[in-house]
Nanobody, 118 residues
Framework: QVQLVESGGGLVQPGGSLRLSCEASGSFFSINTMGWYRQAPGKQRDLVAAITTGGNTNYVDTVKGRFTISRDNAKNTVYLQMNSLKPEDTAVYYC????????????WGQGTQVTVSS
């Protein structure tokens, strides 16, 4: 089965930085989109950033210029470099994989907590 394992979350002060990592293992189509979603208490889970195998990226407006998503296709790993963190970035961050072969399949990681507080 496919498994996504996140790491890198933690507690950071406003203005600080964190780097999240997510490694995908198992059998899945090589052409896909990997991304990060986040969910704060009482709120829905929203897309933060995504990146295709070919390197096309997409960001939610609130993180543009502060977050950078990247991936290492050889390692099946996606990263999220988060700079200039704000308290409103506090959430559980989930790694997501969407295969781009019909029928598409999607997978989720277990989540990693990011807390931005002074």
């Amino acid at each position: 089965q496919v498994q996504l394992v996140e790491s890198g979350g933690g507690l950071v002060q406003p203005g600080g930085s964190l780097r999240l990592s997510c490694e995908a293992s198992g059998s899945f189509f090589s052409i896909n989109t990997m991304g990060w979603y986040r969910q704060a208490p009482g709120k829905q889970r929203d897309l933060v950033a995504a990146i295709t195998t070919g390197g096309n990226t997409n960001y939610v407006d609130t993180v543009k210029g502060r977050f950078t998503i990247s991936r290492d296709n050889a390692k099946n790993t996606v990263y999220l470099q988060m700079n200039s963190l704000k308290p409103e970035d506090t959430a559980v961050y989930y790694c997501h994989l969407l295969t781009l072969k019909l029928p598409t399949k999607e997978y989720w990681g277990q989540g990693t907590q990011v807390t931005v507080s002074s």
